[in-house]
C-alpha cells in the first residue's frame, strides 16, 4: 500500500512535462491537466505534439489526462491560443532539450545503475514464533529468500495464511 516508489519502473512508461524554467517532471501515475493548472497558476498545458510553427496553441481542458509516453509543456496563459512563432518553437526545443539532458546526466552520474529500494523484511521471513514438525518445512517452502549480486536479498515467494471466516447465520425478519 503506497509503495508506487518501490516499484521498477520504465522511463518509457511516464509522462514527461517541462515547466517554463525548463525543469521536467516526470510522473508514473496518470495525471489530470487540472492538478498541474493548480500546482502552477497563469500557467496551462499543452502538448507538444500539437505545437506547429504558425498556428495557434492549443491547450488541454482541465479533465483531460496527459497521456505516457508524451511530452507536455507547462506554459505561460499569455500564449494560449496565440500563433506560434519559429523563434517561440526553436525556444521549446531547446527547454526540451535541456530537459534530456538533465535526465540523462542523472543516470550517468549513477554509472547506469537503476536505483533498488529493498525493504528490511526483504531479510526475514515472517512465521510464527511456536512452529512444529511439518509446518516448520511448509514455512521454508514458502518463504525463499536469495541471494543475488552484491548480497542483497531477494524474498520471491510469500504466501499469505488465509483462512475462511465463519459467520454467524442471521435471521431476516
Not at 24 to 34: D, I
Not at 91 to 112: H, I
Not at 136 to 141: M, R, S, W
Request: charged letters at 30%; hydrophobic letters at 35%.
Amino acid at each position: 500500500m503506497g509503495n508506487i516508489s518501490c516499484m521498477p519502473h520504465d522511463t518509457a512508461e511516464m509522462t514527461k512535462v517541462v515547466t517554463c524554467s525548463g525543469k521536467a517532471h516526470e510522473f508514473l501515475l496518470p495525471v489530470r491537466a487540472e492538478e498541474l493548472v493548480r500546482e502552477n497558476p497563469g500557467q496551462f498545458v499543452c502538448d507538444s505534439s500539437n505545437l506547429q510553427v504558425g498556428c495557434r496553441v492549443p491547450g488541454l481542458a482541465s479533465h483531460q489526462e496527459l497521456q505516457r509516453r508524451r511530452l507536455y509543456f507547462l506554459l505561460p496563459l499569455d500564449l494560449l491560443f496565440s500563433v506560434l512563432t519559429e523563434e517561440e518553437m526553436v525556444c521549446l526545443r531547446r527547454r526540451a532539450s535541456r530537459a534530456r539532458r538533465q535526465r540523462t546526466l542523472k543516470r550517468k552520474k549513477n554509472d547506469g545503475r537503476k536505483k533498488r529500494i529493498f525493504p528490511v523484511l526483504g531479510y526475514f521471513c515472517l512465521s510464527p514464533l511456536v512452529v512444529k514438525g511439518a509446518e516448520v518445512e511448509q514455512e521454508k517452502k514458502d518463504c525463499k529468500a536469495v541471494v543475488f549480486g552484491d548480497g542483497k536479498w531477494r524474498q520471491w515467494s510469500w504466501k499469505p495464511a488465509l483462512d475462511t471466516i465463519e459467520e454467524e447465520g442471521t435471521e431476516l425478519r
